[in-house]
């Protein structure tokens, strides 16, 4: 589906100023949008244009874009706070990774104050391109949000269906990435045990492609790092599958092994 011309956002909120909230501020204010950003927990590290709200309601009072990277437990609170000082014409797209239910009431608390709710898909780890970050979006604001970010040059595709329908198609993908972490992981930790390490990392990467490597790299040391959060997104990927009544061994499998591996100490953390 193509998406209507519109300008940029000129003034963006960005709720949540974690890994990808703060790389998100910083690569719009080099754009050229006058950006606000909230997080109860103060980061020092963002551009000094990054205009930094004492609560949400202050952040998003005047922007034209709102965009919810708070984590998935604070997504409805944030959506509360915020949907009572939108402004006229403003758009709240909600980036965070959840189960489609969760979206859908998002998008309820966002629609009873008379404005419009984005269900953002993000497609890879923000940190790693940004703006550029391939991005799906639903729901009733999926249009005005759509536009607004391909004007910045974001890469997006707009999903016919009502708010969920992207994070639903996210979860999708979550099944297959976050399995084949799971089994890239299992197959290089057992060939350190048989003394083959190398091989079977050279083995993998052949098949993963011309990046292999750095693809391979990546899921072994990303999963490491965000074990707890990419748990929490296979159980809504579970909740999602059971819901389809579609099999799901290998995600519950997967869930097992992020368990573990977020409660590992350090040292049995190793890929």
């Not at 974690?18 to 963002?46: F, H, I, Q, S, T």
């Not at 709710?117 to 940004?130: E, F, Q, S, T």
């Not at 040391?221 to 819901?243: F, I, K, N, P, S």
Request: charged letters at 20%; a negative charge.
């Amino acid at each position: 589906m193509t998406t209507p011309a519109a300008p940029a956002a000129r003034t963006v909120a960005v709720l949540g100023l974690g890994e990808a909230g703060g790389r998100y501020a910083a690569d719009l204010v080099e754009a050229g949008c006058d950006v606000a950003g909230y997080d109860p927990v103060r980061r020092d590290d963002l551009p000094a244009a990054v205009r930094r709200a004492a609560s949400i309601e202050a952040a998003v009072h005047g922007a034209d874009l709102v965009l919810s990277l708070t984590g998935a437990a604070a997504a409805e609170a944030a959506a509360g706070a915020a949907a009572g000082a939108l402004a006229d014409g403003a758009v709240y797209a909600d980036l965070n990774t959840t189960a489609p239910a969760r979206k859908r009431v998002v998008a309820g608390v966002i629609g009873r104050a008379g404005r419009p709710m984005a269900d953002v898909a993000v497609l890879a780890p923000v940190p790693r391109a940004g703006l550029r970050t391939p991005l799906l979006v639903a729901g009733p604001g999926a249009g005005q949000a759509a536009a607004m970010l391909s004007a910045l040059a974001v890469p997006v595709e707009v999903v016919d269906g009502p708010a969920g329908a992207a994070a639903a198609r996210k979860l999708l993908r979550s099944v297959f990435m976050k399995g084949l972490a799971a089994v890239c992981h299992e197959a290089v930790a057992a060939a350190r045990l048989a003394g083959a390490e190398d091989w079977a990392r050279a083995q993998v990467a052949g098949e993963l492609g011309p990046d292999g490597a750095a693809l391979l790299d990546r899921l072994l040391d990303g999963t490491v790092r965000h074990a707890h959060r990419r748990g929490q997104e296979m159980r809504d990927a579970l909740a999602y599958l059971d819901e389809l009544d579609a099999p799901s061994d290998m995600t519950a499998g997967t869930i097992r092994w992020l368990d573990r591996l977020d409660t590992a100490p350090p040292q049995g953390r190793q890929g």
